[in-house]
């Protein structure tokens, strides 16, 4: 169970060097605009986390971003959802491990955590993909990380949700958006189909839907 029952309107990203830009950026836009497809729902503030300090860090392609709070800041009971993109250094020693520690915090006090990418490798070296489906950029990568016990539980698919964890492979961040839009409750189900198919298969059929959406949303 959540360790509170108010609603939580703050998701909250882990952002560091060498982040990799595409894999958050559907879900973030999305949990603020989204939620104009939906009536009653007021959207969801995107809040940054930095590893220790305030001090900009820089994305794998060059962009500067200034942490909104840190993680020793961080608690469970203020927010809805954890998201942590893949980045060169979850595959370059320890110095992200910190945020890997939290993930655990985040799912035992029942706040879901979405991981993609190397994130997904920080996850399995503290054992959190042990007994969760999930996947990742391939079976062989995790199965190389020390500790790793949850082979029997990968999947070859786009992303997977099981108990409050979201996982993905690097390819995959509108699948990876999908399933925390449909874990936070940000769209209704045919809405979230429709949202899907057309940023993942550019199909024109699923634009009328959102559109009839919006429209429902602007009006209530």
Avoid: K
């Amino acid at each position: 169970m959540r360790t509170t029952d108010a609603p939580r309107t703050t998701v909250h990203l882990a952002v560091y060097d060498t982040l990799a830009d595409w894999e958050p950026g559907f879900a973030t836009a999305h949990l603020r605009a989204g939620t104009a497809f939906r009536a009653g729902r007021t959207g969801f503030d995107v809040v940054t986390v930095g590893l220790g300090d305030d001090r900009p860090v820089t994305t794998m392609g060059g962009l500067r971003i200034t942490p909104d709070t840190t993680l020793d800041a961080l608690a469970p009971g203020d927010s809805a959802l954890l998201i942590l993109p893949g980045a060169g250094l979850w595959d370059a020693g320890d110095t992200l491990a910190p945020f890997a520690r939290t993930a655990r915090t985040f799912l035992e006090a029942g706040v879901p955590v979405a991981a993609i990418c190397g994130a997904t490798a920080g996850l399995a070296r503290e054992g959190l993909l042990d007994s969760r489906t999930h996947t990742s950029g391939a079976a062989g990568y995790l199965a190389a990380q020390d500790g790793y016990a949850g082979g029997g539980h990968y999947r070859e698919t786009d992303a997977v949700r099981d108990r409050g964890l979201i996982t993905a492979g690097p390819t995959e961040p509108v699948a990876f958006a999908r399933e925390i839009l449909a874990e936070l409750d940000v769209l209704e189900p045919h809405v979230l189909d429709a949202w899907f198919r057309l940023f993942r298969h550019s199909d024109a059929s699923a634009f009328p839907v959102l559109a009839a959406a919006g429209q429902e949303g602007e009006a209530a």
